[in-house]
Structures are given as C-alpha cells and as structure tokens.
C-alpha cells in the first residue's frame, strides 16, 4: 500500500456520460497530480493541485476539470466521454519543497482508475 | 519544453543476464532524474533517484548515474530476476511556476525468462 488511495479502481460507462475520479494523497503530501495513461499516449500529466489551489496544467482536456477539497483529496471529474477516453488515470502525491530547492523527493503513486467507455 | 527518451521495449532476457536501458534527457537546467518500476496492475513505485551530477541512485541491485556530459540516466543491473519483468519509466522533474512536475517517458517493458 503507497499510501495513496484512488477510488473506484475501475469504471465501465457509455459514451456521452460524466464520471468522477477520487484520490486521496499521503498522510502529510499537499500535492496531487493527475496522469493519464494509454498505449498510445504513454503517461500525460493533466493536472497539480496543492494546499487547494491549482498549480500547474498540463495536457487536459475542457471536458476534464479537477479539484482539491480541504481534507485534501482530489477529484477529476470527465465528461461527455468519448471513446479515446478510455484508459488508466493515476493520481500520485508529494511533498513540496521550497520554492528554488533542488527536489530530491519522488511521487508516490495510487493504482490508478482503468476507465472504460463504451 | 523539458522532455525523457528511453529506449522502446520490449527487451527480453534470460535470468541472471545483465540489463541496460538506455535514457537521456532534453533539459533547460539541472533537474532531477528518477527511474520507476510498473509492475502489472499497479501504480508506479519509486525505484531511485539522483538530484545531481555524477550522482548514482542504487536500489534492489539496481543502478543508474546522472551523466550530465552525455544527458543520460541509464538503468543497469547485473544479473535480471524473473521477478524483475516490468514496464520502467526514466522520469525528470521540471520546474513551473514554483512546482515541480515529473515528466515521463514513454516506458520500456522488460521480460525475463526463467
């Protein structure tokens, strides 16, 4: 167990639909970070969150929108889904170093959500 | 924008061969370098890391040295377990804004036969 929990493990739902994502990061990590991952794509980063805020936007879709609630967990949430939708999003957490320190930390993963459209 | 390549996969090997895959990186400045291990049906783990020059991550017989000279990271161990078959992923840190966000290849699946 990473310490990293992501809920539900997998999701089967039609085209069209809206679904949500949820992670819960390490006791103590104030950052998450959303990936997706697909044969074709390799692993996309989507999205940072930390303490809350957003911090940083990679490659996401309007469809797509995040969030990080008080407690700290995140939710991604995906709608009007297509069929290339289809894949495996991980969440992974991190402790922050301060602003111009060289980062010696690495992420801790969750097992990620294997979504499939049909 | 800072970026891995590693080489593609899959590469299979008999047990208690030695292993080599190969990644260098595109990087404005002095990131950190990390390599990770997928193993089937789960989420990435950190396998080791290096934050400097010269530096060398080591971890479950595993190593790689960041080479700045030739930007590369590459991972090696002398002698592969069947347990060892995987998908590992070299990874670097940009900086953003303040953040730090970990960019990945694209993976390199490793087989070991018995």
């Known amino acids: 167990d990473s310490g990293v929990t992501q809920t539900p493990k997998h999701l089967i739902t039609a085209t069209g639909q809206r679904v949500t994502l949820r992670c819960s990061p390490r006791?103590?990590?104030?950052?998450v970070y959303w990936y997706q991952q697909s044969l074709d794509q390799g692993l996309q980063f989507l999205i940072q969150y930390y303490n809350g805020e957003e911090r940083a936007k990679g490659n996401i879709l309007e469809r797509f929108s995040a969030q990080q609630f008080p407690d700290l967990h995140s939710e991604l949430n995906l709608s009007s889904l297509e069929l290339g939708d289809s894949a495996l999003y991980f969440c992974?957490?991190?402790?922050?170093?301060?602003?111009?320190?060289?980062?010696?930390?690495?992420?801790?993963f969750g097992s990620g959500t294997r979504l499939t459209v049909v | 924008g800072d970026s891995v390549t590693q080489m593609e996969g899959p590469v299979t090997l008999s047990e208690e061969a030695f292993l080599t895959i190969n990644c260098t990186y595109t990087?404005?400045?002095?990131?950190?370098l990390f390599w990770y291990v997928q193993y089937p049906g789960e989420g990435l783990q950190l396998l080791l890391k290096a934050t400097k020059a010269d530096d060398k991550g080591s971890n479950k017989g595993f190593e790689a040295t960041y080479r700045k000279e030739t930007t590369s990271f590459h991972l090696e161990k002398g002698s592969v377990q069947v347990s060892d078959s995987a998908v590992y992923f070299c990874?670097?840190?940009?900086?953003?804004?303040?953040?730090?966000?970990?960019?990945f290849g694209r993976g390199t699946s490793l087989i070991v036969h018995p």
């Open positions: 990874a670097l840190n940009w900086s953003t804004g303040g953040s730090y966000i970990p960019t």
């Open positions: 990087a404005t400045g002095y990131p950190s």
């Open positions: 006791s103590g990590d104030l950052s």
């Open positions: 992974a957490s991190s402790v922050d170093p301060p602003t111009g320190t060289v980062f010696p930390h690495g992420y801790t």
